[in-house]
T-cell receptor, first 113, second 112 residues
Framework: DGGITQSPKYLFRKEGQNVTLSCEQN?????MYWYRQDPGQGLRLIYY???????QKGDIAEGYSVSREKKESFPLTVTSAQKNPTAFYLC????????????FGEGSWLTVV | QKEVEQNSGPLSVPEGAIASLNCTYS??????FFWYRQYSGKSPELIMF????GDKEDGRFTAQLNKASQYVSLLIRDSQPSDSATYLC????????????FGKGTLLTVNP
């Protein structure tokens, strides 16, 4: 099946730890994105990548890092510098046509314990 | 700051009624407009997109775009309890390099 796979679905992080969220897509999309959603809030863009080996900061990049070594993969690392990481993280991808329609993975819940 | 505004709701309608969801945007350079549905605890799923002024229909859903007034709306006909969700409006702003800007969403409740 074609789609966007995020893992893990649930993750608990201790204070001071870095954690990495995985995102893999088999849609052959060029662009990939990471969004963060807090309860009752909209989606805020963390990072995005239009091509392999290139990515740009979104609106809330501080405390996060990404890599784009393969077209299919766009992992997100939540570093210890991110002071309030508890949120719902959404990976997405698009191929730039149809007005750049973005499709989402199922999301990952990160909780700091 | 490019903004997308939605009434947070909740919007409550009886089953079978028409639900009307509205979204305004600040950037006149906006080119493409999207509606997503998000059930509680789930990821957003695309309902439809529109980029020309006027109406676009897909089943029970109709998107309406008015670029002069800078608003886009979503009508849901014959609303069902399963339509109860948060509806997110998203805008592709000119020159934004493939980024979408999202509104905070409107919570819709359809009462049986």
């Amino acid at each position: 099946d074609g789609g966007i796979t995020q893992s893990p679905k649930y993750l608990f992080r201790k204070e001071g730890q870095n954690v990495t969220l995985s995102c893999e897509q088999n849609l052959n999309h060029d662009a990939m994105y990471w969004y963060r959603q807090d309860p009752g809030q909209g989606l805020r863009l963390i990072y995005y990548s239009q091509i392999v080996n290139d990515f740009q900061k979104g609106d809330i990049a501080e405390g996060y890092s990404v890599s784009r070594e393969k077209k299919e993969s766009f992992p997100l690392t939540v570093t210890s510098a991110q002071k309030n990481p508890t949120a719902f993280y959404l990976c997405a991808s698009s191929n730039g046509d149809s007005g750049n329609t973005i499709y989402f993975g199922e999301g990952s819940w990160l909780t700091v314990v | 700051q490019k903004e997308v505004e939605q009434n947070s709701g909740p919007l409550s309608v009886p089953e079978g009624a028409i639900a009307s969801l509205n979204c305004t945007y600040s950037d006149r350079g906006s080119q493409s407009f999207f509606w997503y549905r998000q059930y509680s605890g789930k990821s957003p799923e695309l309902i439809m997109f529109i980029y020309s002024n006027g109406d676009k229909e897909d089943g029970r859903f109709t998107a309406q775009l008015n670029k002069a007034s800078q608003y886009v709306s979503l009508l849901i006909r014959d609303s069902q309890p399963s339509d109860s969700a948060t509806y997110l409006c998203a805008v592709n702003i000119e020159g934004s390099n493939y980024k979408l800007t999202f509104g905070k969403g409107t919570l819709l409740t359809v009462n049986p």
